[in-house]
């Protein structure tokens, strides 16, 4: 922040129409001007000369209204503390304004997490609305810097990107950097998993160590944790996205399809056996906030297929074929 701008936000503040986060920035800035000893040192008739003298510059939005100007309290302990830094600011004690500018500061995060069956949307402070899968963690500043806006992702969200052109937004996740200025994408990067990022809208660069990728809507990066290699492809987007709609809808989907879809939106793995028909039956159905047993229920009147869920985290699916 220059000078100049905190003198804006100063004045402002004083008028009462800075937000939570500027005010607490400004009154930040006064409580390490104090910690720190750099405020002037007045008499208390200094002080009160100054105190007129300064309310007269930052209410510059009273200039020419004393009827208005009347109405601010000009003595209150708030006011002079905003007075006395700009002061310090205007070159009563300039030094003291670079000492804090250049001051390291620490940054808050903000941590959400999800668990096996539970899902969550996370509005980010600009903004960007995060559709959290579960088993996942987003971390992300509470206050983003000034060049970008970068956030940590494990498991899978689907972003929705609110565009600034001056600040990229950048998901760090595994071994993959996804950088966008404004778009809507879906990045799955469990751990010890492959991680995969699909594009529904605008444009996204995906990066590993030793390679990049340049994404339009329908392509995908797909990262390899066994041999570090970062391809691009075109892929059904709902495959990967899907998840995020409260309604599954099939329209003319091959069988094998339908269970891919399944086993993303419900973290469940599925598996045909080795003695399974192959035979293409091809769905089309509909279901909204339904679990995955009675889905699978109701897939058998269209599939004959027996199942097998002994193991709560995978399901066993025998397929015998398209029902008649």
């Given amino acids: 922040m220059t000078k100049e701008d905190f003198v804006r936000l100063a004045e402002k503040y004083n008028r009462k129409e800075a937000t939570k986060e500027e005010s607490r920035l400004v009154e930040?800035?006064?409580?390490?001007?104090?910690?720190?000893?750099?405020?002037?040192?007045?008499?208390?008739?200094?002080?009160?000369?100054?105190?007129?003298?300064?309310?007269?510059?930052?209410?510059?939005?009273?200039q020419g209204n004393e009827e208005k100007a009347q109405k601010q309290p000009l003595s209150s302990w708030g006011t002079w503390r905003v007075a006395a830094s700009i002061a310090v600011i205007l070159g009563l004690g300039i030094g003291a304004y670079q000492v804090m500018e250049h001051e390291p500061v620490e940054v808050e995060y903000a941590h959400y997490v999800t668990k096996r069956n539970q899902r969550a949307s996370v509005t980010l402070p600009e903004g960007t609305e995060v559709k959290l899968n579960a088993g996942s963690s987003l971390s992300f500043p509470n206050q983003?810097?000034?060049?970008?806006?970068?956030?940590?992702?494990?498991?899978?969200?689907?972003?929705?990107v609110t565009k600034d052109a001056s600040r990229p937004f950048v998901i760090s996740s595994g071994e993959i950097t996804t950088?966008?200025?404004?778009?809507?994408?879906?990045?799955?990067?469990?751990?010890?998993?492959n991680t995969d990022v699909t594009v529904i809208e605008g444009k996204v660069k995906v990066e590993s160590e030793v390679d990049c990728k340049?994404?339009?809507?329908?392509?995908?990066?797909?990262?390899?944790?066994?041999?570090?290699?970062?391809m691009k492809e075109k892929v059904d987007v709902q495959l990967y996205a899907g998840w995020t709609n409260p309604e599954l809808n099939f329209e003319m989907v091959p069988f094998e399809t339908v269970l891919e879809r399944l086993e993303r939106w419900y973290r469940m793995e599925i598996v045909?056996?080795?003695?399974?028909?192959?035979?293409?039956?091809?769905?089309r159905a509909k279901f909204k906030n339904e679990g995955l047993i009675p889905i699978l229920y109701g897939l058998q009147t269209i599939v004959s297929f027996e199942y097998d869920h002994s193991d709560v985290q995978k399901i066993i699916i025998k397929n015998n074929g398209c029902v008649n």
């Fill in 144 to 160: 983003f810097a000034k060049d970008k806006r970068e956030v940590t992702l494990i498991g899978e969200a689907f972003f929705d």
């Fill in 272 to 283: 045909l056996s080795e003695n399974s028909v192959k035979e293409d039956c091809f769905i």
């Fill in 179 to 193: 950088t966008v200025l404004g778009t809507s994408f879906n990045v799955r990067s469990y751990p010890e998993e």
């Fill in 214 to 230: 340049v994404l339009n809507p329908g392509a995908q990066a797909l990262f390899s944790l066994d041999d570090k290699t970062l």
């Fill in 28 to 62: 930040s800035f006064y409580e390490k001007l104090q910690n720190k000893n750099l405020s002037p040192q007045w008499s208390q008739f200094q002080e009160k000369e100054m105190e007129q003298k300064l309310l007269g510059k930052i209410n510059l939005n009273f």
